[in-house]
């Protein structure tokens, strides 16, 4: 059973940055593809972007293009989410995923972190 555990959520003004981690448990690492979702209060979970097990292929949501970038450290067992250039729109809980296939924007996905709360003030 893998274990996702997201850090680096917090408050920012527009325009700023963070970036968020997630250290997953485990041998497996290195065949799991990877994704990140977010949920905002009263609305669906939406795929953020997404990082195939080898790290050559990263795919991202409409909204985030540009602005976000995803990358991945096999040694370390770490996924992470460069977050730039944030707005307001972009507040929400903050889900690490994971899954023994491809990337998928669908939230079909074998393991979940518990998310880490971003909150980006105007």
């Known amino acids: 059973q893998e274990q996702l555990v997201e850090s680096g959520g917090g408050l920012v003004q527009t325009g700023g940055s963070l970036r968020l981690s997630c250290v997953v448990s485990g041998s497996t690492f290195g065949s799991l593809a990877m994704a990140w979702f977010r949920q905002a209060p009263g609305k669906q979970r939406e795929f953020v972007s997404g990082?195939?097990?080898?790290?050559?292929?990263?795919y991202y949501g409409d909204s985030v293009k540009g602005r976000f970038t995803i990358s991945r450290d096999n040694d370390k067992n770490t996924v992470y989410l460069q977050m730039n250039s944030l707005k307001p729109e972009d507040t929400a809980v903050y889900y690490c995923?994971?899954?023994?296939?491809?990337?998928?924007?669908?939230?079909?996905?074998?393991?979940w972190g518990h998310g880490t709360q971003v909150t980006v003030s105007s």
């Open positions: 995923a994971a899954r023994f296939s491809i990337v998928t924007t669908r939230d079909t996905y074998d393991y």
């Open positions: 990082i195939s097990w080898s790290g050559r292929n990263t």
